[in-house]
C-alpha cells in the first residue's frame, strides 16, 4: 500500500517521525489555527487536528487540516466516532481527501459529559476500529462500507490511538492488535510519563510481532507547571503520571517549572529512542506549540528528513 503521505514517507525511510497537535479554535478565527500550525513548520512531519476535543465544539477538523494544507504544511484528520453515523463519516473522508488530505486518525472521542454539551446524544454507529475497517476499505477495495464502488477511493494513511496505561493493563496488546487487524497503518498512543511500563508493554507489542505490522509513535507531552502534572495524575482518566514525576516538577521554584518539564520531555523521548519498535513520537504540546521546535531539537530530530 502507497498513499501520497508525507508521514508513511518518513517512516517507511526508516527516520524517526514526528507529528505534532493543534487544537482548532471555539470559532471562526482561521488565523488562530495558521499562527499554531507556523509554530510548527520545519520541525514536524505532520500536524494533528484534533476533532471537538474534550467534547467542545470547535473548528471541524477537516476545516482546519484545510487551513493547513493550504500552507503547503502535512495535516492529520482526526475524527471521533461519537458524532457522526457511517454516512457522514465516509463522507467527510473523500471530502477531505478531495482536498489533497491523506492522512487520518480514528478514535471515539470523549463522553459529552466531559465538555460544555453533556446533553449531546452520542452516535457511536461505529466505533473505532470499525471506522478504520472502513477507512481501510474505501482505500483498498475502492467501496464505501455498503459495498458501492466509490469514484476515485481516498488514498488515506491510516492510523489509530493506544493507551498503553488504562486498566485492565493486561488487555492493552490485545487491544492493539485488535486495531492492527482491523488494518491501522499508525498507532499515536497516550502521553508516557511512565517509561518503565511503556517498555513492559512494548515488550508485549515485540512479543506478538505488533511492532513489525504498526508503526509506533511514542506520545509525549510536556508539563507547564507541578499544578498541570498533578492535574494530569488525579483527574485525566487513563494517565500514569508517578510521584517521583510530580515531586519532581514541585520541586523547582514556579518560574522554572517550564523549563523543568520540557527537560522531562527531552529525556523521555532519548530514552525511548531506545525502545525497540518505536517508529517516532507525536509530541502534544497543549496549547504550547512554540515549545515544540525546541523539544525537536534538543532531543536531536532535527532536521526533518526530506521524502
Given at each position: 500500500m502507497k498513499t501520497e503521505s508525507r508521514l508513511e514517507k518518513v517512516l517507511a525511510s526508516g527516520a524517526l517521525a514526528v507529528t505534532s497537535e493543534c487544537g482548532p479554535p471555539r470559532g471562526a478565527r482561521p488565523e488562530k489555527i495558521k499562527e499554531k500550525a507556523e509554530l510548527l513548520r520545519n520541525c514536524v512531519d505532520a500536524i494533528n487536528v484534533t476533532d471537538n476535543q474534550t467534547a467542545m465544539v470547535r473548528m471541524s477538523s477537516w476545516a482546519a487540516c484545510i487551513i493547513i494544507k493550504q500552507m503547503d504544511l502535512d495535516p492529520v484528520f482526526q475524527m471521533v466516532t461519537r458524532d457522526r453515523n457511517r454516512l457522514a463519516m465516509q463522507a467527510d473522508i473523500i471530502g477531505a481527501y478531495s482536498h489533497g488530505i491523506n492522512t487520518m486518525l480514528c478514535i471515539s472521542g470523549d463522553h459529552p459529559h466531559f465538555g460544555d454539551h453533556p446533553m449531546a446524544a452520542n452516535v457511536y454507529d461505529l466505533d473505532s476500529v470499525q471506522l478504520l475497517q472502513t477507512?481501510?476499505?474505501?482505500?483498498?477495495?475502492?467501496v464505501f462500507q455498503g459495498g458501492k464502488d466509490i469514484d476515485n477511493p481516498p488514498k488515506m494513511f491510516v492510523g489509530a490511538a493506544a493507551n498503553p496505561f488504562a486498566d485492565p493493563f493486561e488487555l492493552r496488546v490485545l487491544r492493539l492488535a485488535k486495531k492492527v487487524r482491523a488494518?491501522?497503518?499508525?498507532?499515536?498512543?497516550?502521553?508516557?510519563?511512565?517509561?518503565?511500563?511503556?517498555?513492559?508493554?512494548?515488550?508485549?507489542?515485540?512479543?506478538?510481532?505488533?511492532?513489525?505490522?504498526?508503526?509506533?509513535?511514542?506520545?509525549?507531552?510536556?508539563?507547564?507547571?507541578?499544578?498541570?502534572?498533578?492535574?494530569?495524575?488525579?483527574?485525566?482518566?487513563?494517565?500514569?503520571?508517578?510521584?517521583?514525576?510530580?515531586?519532581?516538577?514541585?520541586?523547582?521554584?514556579?518560574?522554572?517549572?517550564?523549563?523543568e518539564g520540557i527537560k522531562i520531555a527531552v529525556e523521555s523521548i532519548d530514552r525511548l529512542k531506545e525502545v525497540k519498535g518505536v517508529s517516532g513520537f507525536h509530541i502534544m504540546a497543549i496549547e504550547w506549540e512554540e515549545k515544540v521546535s525546541e523539544i525537536v531539537e534538543r532531543s536531536g530530530l532535527m532536521p526533518r528528513p526530506e521524502v
Open positions: 477507512a481501510v476499505k474505501m482505500r483498498e477495495q475502492g488494518g491501522a497503518d499508525f498507532i499515536q498512543t497516550q502521553c508516557i510519563y511512565n517509561p518503565d511500563k511503556f517498555e513492559q508493554w512494548m515488550e508485549g507489542v515485540r512479543g506478538k510481532g505488533l511492532h513489525e505490522k504498526v508503526y509506533i509513535l511514542a506520545g509525549i507531552t510536556p508539563m507547564k507547571s507541578a499544578g498541570m502534572a498533578r492535574y494530569m495524575k488525579n483527574r485525566v482518566p487513563g494517565m500514569d503520571v508517578p510521584d517521583e514525576v510530580v515531586k519532581r516538577m514541585e520541586s523547582v521554584p514556579k518560574e522554572k517549572q517550564p523549563e
